[in-house]
Structures are given as C-alpha cells and as structure tokens.
C-alpha cells in the first residue's frame, strides 16, 4: 500500500489532487477520502494528477467515477493528468475518456477550464 495523496489549490480556479503509487482496493479508500474532503468544503472543479500513478484497478477507477458524480451534482467537473500509455490504455478501454478531460500538464488541464 504505497501510496500518497496530497492536494492543493490552484490560481482560484481549482484544486489539484496529486497522486503517487498503485491506486488499488488497498490504497483507493486513501484516494477517495482527499477528494471527498475537498468536495465537501466546496472545492467542485478539481484536477487529478496520475502521473505517479504505476496502476489503477477497478476500485480506483470508481472512486474517480464516483467523485465526478458528486462534482456534476454542483456543475463542477474533473480533469486528469495522465500521460502514462498504461493508464492511459485503461481510460481508453474503459470508455471514460468521453467523460474526463485527459490532459498532458496542469496547465493545459487550466485551459480548458477558461
């Protein structure tokens, strides 16, 4: 169960959530507490970045299913950053590329929010 979670604000518009590890049925619950934390104070338009992330399972991908839920509930949305071709590959099998916006960087991610 190696893996770390940090978030912090950015520029007023969202927040990010950084992760770093194997987001698993071990490890998600720590991912999900973060971003509910945030959610619940308000935060609804959040940035995800992936790109420490070595694997996600189908639990870590709930976990992102479940908070874009609870942001849409409050016309926010959720970005991801993920250049990784693995997690990438997961995101494209899976379809969710058609419901999260997958950027390279925190910046691009940014823009589309403008």
């Known amino acids: 169960m190696d893996i770390k979670v940090a ?5 007023d518009k969202a927040h990010a959530v950084e992760v770093q590890g194997e987001i698993d049925v071990y490890s998600s ?21 992936l790109e420490g992330v070595r694997y996600i399972d189908s639990t870590g991908l709930g976990v992102l299913i479940g908070a874009l839920k609870k942001v ?18 997961i995101f494209n ?22």
Do not use: D
């Open 29 to 49: 619950p720590k991912v999900k507490e973060a971003i509910n934390e945030l959610i619940e104070k308000g935060n609804y338009t959040l940035i995800i970045n």
């Open 72 to 89: 849409r509930e409050h016309n926010g949305s959720i970005s991801l950053i993920c250049t990784n071709p693995q997690i990438k590959k």
């Open 93 to 114: 099998i899976t379809g969710l590329v058609k419901i999260f916006g997958i950027y390279k960087n925190e910046e691009e991610s940014l823009k589309s929010l403008a």
């Open 7 to 11: 978030t912090k604000p950015i520029k």
